[in-house]
Structure formats: C-alpha cells, structure tokens
C-alpha cells in the first residue's frame, strides 16, 4: 500500500496559525509582557477562592448550561437567559457565531486592520473573507463597509473599541451604518474593551441590541476582568441567534474553574473597575507621553496604543524588547502595546523616546 497522508481541506493551506503575543524570551533578560492586551493585575483573592474551590471537582464535567453564569449576567445586564450563549473565550463565541451564520458561498465583512482572528475564523468556516481598509485616521470605514454587503453577506464585524488601533465608532454612525444593513445580516459588535471606553459617544451595543435583532454583542472576561488565562466570553443577542450560538458551542467548552470565577468577578466588579480605571489614567499618561516624544498616535480607549511604524515596525519592537518591554509588531505596519503596570509603560516611554530620537 503506498503511504499517502490524510486528505485535509484544501483551503487550510491558505489560513494562517493564530500568532499569540509573544512572552519574554526564555533566558533572556526581565521583561514586562505588553502584548496581548492582558491585565497587568493579580487575581483577586476572592476570585481565586473560587477557582480553587472548583478545581477540587474537576474529575467531574462542568455545568454545561453555564447556569450559575447565565443568571449572574442576565443580572448583571438586565437581559434574559434566553438571549445569552458562553463560549471558550469571546473569540469561541466568535467561531460559533461563524458557525451560526456562514459557510462556502457566504461573505463575512470586517474592517481591516482589526482582530486577526476574524480572517482565520471566517477562512476556516470555509466563508469568503470581504476586509474593508480603515479610513487614513485608523478608523473603521462604515460606510465603505455597508457598500461592501452583497446578497451573499451573512455576518459582518464591527470591533469597537478596534484591536490594534484603539479606534471607536460612535453612536450615531453606527446607528446609521445599522440602518443600511438587511435585517437577514447579523451584525456583530466585539466589545472586548467595553470596560475601557471613556468616550460617551460610544454606544453601549447592548442598548443597541435590544431594538436590533440582528445584532450581537461580544463580551469578555479576559481582559478588564483579568480571567485570560481562564477562557471565558459571552454574547447578548435575541433569542433565535443566540440558540444558534448554544447549539455551535463545543460541549463543556467552559471549565467550571472559569464559571466560577467569572461569577465571583462581576461580584467583585467594583473592584475591578477600579483597577480598570487606573489603567485607562495610564493610559493617558501613555497617549499623553508619545504625542509630546512626537508621535502620531490614534485616538485610545481600549488598554492599548498603536504606532503605524511601517517599515521601522521590527526595530521598534526589538529597541522595547531591549529595554525590557515585550510589544506587539504587525510586520511593515506597525506594533501595538497593551498598557501594563506603571513600571512597564515608564520603560515602554523611554524606550519609544530614545527610538526617535535616533530617527
Ligand atoms: N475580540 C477582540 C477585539 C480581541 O482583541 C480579543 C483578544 N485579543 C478577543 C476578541 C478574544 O479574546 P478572548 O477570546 O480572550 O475573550
């Protein structure tokens, strides 16, 4: 018999691996991870009680309805059960919803540069990927984005705030993009820095879900939560949607351990939105301390700025890492650096410093 391998979809060839932000070398020197976008701050002690507490039953699958979860958020949101569906992390929820929507044939549009999931998610539903370019200010181009829907469109992204430029939509163009959109087009708003947003013409999208049954609303606990490493997200979407989202869910994606400690957060919120809120005056003292070095930078209000450095993109990166700072390139566009602790973004300061000076 000659060996042939397994015959696997031809179109895998073309999707790339999920890059991760990189950790600090092994061996190398100390260095502070800013790329991933993660929160610099410990777990709560309370939370990990709880996570402990639900690692002494972890010979036993977790809940799979997410109960304890659901009722917490529906809470929490003042939305009813019926319109949530969990997954493993948002962007599972974001595969589901793939799942939900699209394959061969169909069209997913989202903006470009935007979260590098979106290609490979779609790319992998086996759907056709339509990118739309960002306005010149790093925004999304919304109204590029509503002339790009053909009758083969099924879902369309909208990340507000956008990873990696930090970019927001406001309410009333995305109240107009919305109304250009077929109703049979689910819209999806990734919300993963909601918590981060200090703009008030930015929408809450789960106000705009609610007169909206064809919209979506992508949550985290990942990043203002500090649950990461844990894996859990959600949706807020009308029923019919969100069914389709518990239905493409992997069975018993979210462990216990994350249940659990995703409840004991939003219990614990206060808390943590306080620690939110030191990181978006950080956040200004970051944006604050770059545009005074010089540097053009887009307007933040997620936990991360973006440098558009083109072809000087990997030597920025490699004078950070130097310095003791892990940031994230984009090759030949640009890199983007998560707001970490205030020691971290002095390092990242001096460093972005001396770079130019050296321009
Ligand atoms: N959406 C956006 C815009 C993101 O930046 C990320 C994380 N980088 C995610 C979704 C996914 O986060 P998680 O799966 O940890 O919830």
Known sequence: ??????????????????????????????????????????PLPG????????????????????????????????????????GTGSVGVAQQLLQATSGPGDEVIYAWRSFEAYPIITQISGATSVPVPLTSGDVHDLDAMADAVTDRTR?????????????????????????????????VLDEAYREFIRDAEVPDGLEIYRSRPNVAVLRTFSKAYGLAGLRVGFAVA????????????VPFGVSQLAQDAAVASLQAEDELLGRVGALVAERARVYEGLVKQGW?????????????????????????????????????????VTIGESEANDIFLHAADAFRSRL
Request: net charge negative.
């Open 1 to 42: 018999m000659s060996e042939t391998s397994p015959k696997l979809r031809a179109e895998l060839d073309g999707i790339p691996t999920y890059k991760p932000g990189r950790p600090a070398a092994a061996g190398g020197p100390v260095a502070f991870k800013l790329s991933s976008n993660e929160n610099p701050y410990p």
């Open 296 to 336: 053009t930078v887009p307007p933040t209000q997620a936990n991360f700025v973006w440098l558009r450095l083109g072809e000087r993109t990997a030597d920025f990166a490699a004078a950070c890492e130097e310095a003791g700072v892990v940031v994230r390139p984009f090759p030949g566009e640009g890199v983007r």
């Open 47 to 86: 939370v990990m009680e709880k996570a402990v507490a639900a690692a002494g039953n972890f010979n036993r699958y977790p809940d799979m309805a997410c109960t304890g979860l659901m009722n917490e958020l529906a809470d929490r949101f003042g939305v009813p059960v019926s319109h949530l569906a969990t």
């Open 238 to 249: 009308h029923e019919p949607v969100a069914a389709a989202l518990r239905k493409t869910a």
């Open 155 to 187: 879902l369309i992204f909208v990340c507000n705030p956008n990873n990696p430029t930090g970019t927001v939509v406001h309410r009333e163009e995305l109240e107009r993009f919305l109304d250009r959109i077929p109703s049979d087009v689910l819209v």
